[in-house]
């Protein structure tokens, strides 16, 4: 069975947003109207919607995430990112939700968190103590 998951993001300016998740998917959306766009991709397996709105989100910068399951993915979508001149974060070896990975952070003009990761190992606690570059292991505080 062949799935996709679907994210329904509210936005307040769909143009600056669909410049953005282009550049981060390397292709244009799959629906463009004035008040909404949408990606349909088959890697990762995602439905993306981007939906204007009037308000700004009652929640902004969530968090969402992609885990890869090979590290020439995430070189992948690392180099990606890095063409396109997305401002990331980058992480290796790091211990968050019981795990550890090497993890690339970027953030939407929304201030949504996108992580990609690939994880290597189990950990024992839910992350490394606070540093001064990470409010919390879920969402490096450069990125949003």
């Known amino acids: 069975m062949k799935t996709r998951v679907h994210i329904s993001l509210p936005v307040t300016d769909v143009e600056a947003?669909?410049?953005f998740y282009e550049?981060?998917?390397g292709q244009g959306p799959t629906k463009r109207k004035l008040d909404y766009a949408n990606f349909r991709l088959d890697r990762p397996a995602l439905h993306l919607s981007l939906?204007?709105?009037?308000?700004?989100p009652t929640q902004p910068g969530a968090h969402y995430g992609v885990e890869l399951f090979e590290d020439a993915d995430l070189t992948a979508w690392r180099e990606?990112?890095?063409s396109a001149q997305i401002p990331m974060e980058t992480e290796e070896n790091v211990t968050c939700c019981y795990a550890v990975a090497d993890k690339v952070w970027v953030a939407d003009p929304e201030?949504?968190?996108w992580?990609?990761?690939v994880r290597h190992a189990e950990a024992e606690q839910m992350s490394?103590?606070?540093t001064a570059t990470t409010e919390s292991c879920c969402d490096p505080a450069c990125c949003t």
């Open 111 to 113: 201030g949504n968190s």
């Open 23 to 25: 550049k981060l998917f």
């Open 17 to 19: 947003s669909a410049r």
């Open 80 to 82: 990606r990112v890095e």
């Open 128 to 130: 490394e103590p606070a």
């Open 51 to 56: 939906v204007q709105t009037s308000a700004p």
């Open 115 to 117: 992580e990609f990761w």
